[in-house]
């Protein structure tokens, strides 16, 4: 039996999910691309922010929180199954891409919140894919640098200058 997942409004979560049999599926830009068009068509149909994500080659992260009223669970099943449909019209494919269902966990406090966004930013890092996480184009930072905020919620001063911190090695 599947453990319950915890849902409370007005809080953010990490959410992973990963490609099935954690198969490279999203290796490509293009395909990268798609998916970002799937999270932006998404903020047109639900209410949420992303401070936070990064898309990987078999699986991506957020850092989301859900509006007022909105359902994680809805938000993720559409994102996921737009995604697929998109995916397998493209490859002349059938059937389920993901594997199992989405993994989330709620944020607790600042510190978690800056920790996450630290992990979320050094995924294509620690894979190898580049050497800073400012270069990942794929992933938040990167479009907070660049100033692309239709899919990134641009965190507030004071967070930002937390995280800046613990980037340089200071307490934050």
Request: aromatic fraction near 10%.
């Given at each position: 039996m599947r453990k319950p997942r915890q849902l409370q409004a007005g809080v953010t979560y990490h959410v992973t999910s990963k490609i099935n049999r954690g198969n490279y599926e999203m290796k490509t830009s293009e395909i990268k691309n798609l998916f970002l068009e799937v999270i932006k068509a998404a903020k047109t149909k639900y209410d949420f922010i992303i401070s936070n994500f990064c898309i990987m080659d078999n699986h991506f992260h957020f850092l989301i929180t859900p509006g007022k009223g909105e359902s994680l669970s809805k938000i993720m099943q559409w994102i996921k199954c737009s995604f697929t449909r998109r995916w397998n019209k493209k490859h002349n494919m059938t059937g389920h891409l993901w594997g199992e269902r989405f993994w989330s966990r709620i944020i607790n406090g600042i510190e978690d919140f800056l920790?996450?966004?630290?992990?979320?930013?050094?995924?294509?890092?620690?894979s190898g894919l580049v050497k800073e996480a400012k270069d990942w184009e794929f992933g938040g930072l990167f479009h907070?640098?660049?100033?692309?905020?239709?899919?990134?919620?641009?965190?507030?001063?004071?967070?930002?200058?937390?995280?800046?911190?613990?980037?340089?090695?200071?307490?934050?």
């Open positions: 920790k996450t966004v630290g992990y979320i930013d050094n995924n294509p890092v620690a907070y640098i660049m100033g692309r905020i239709d899919i990134v919620f641009p965190p507030d001063e004071a967070i930002l200058e937390r995280y800046l911190a613990m980037r340089r090695g200071g307490v934050g």
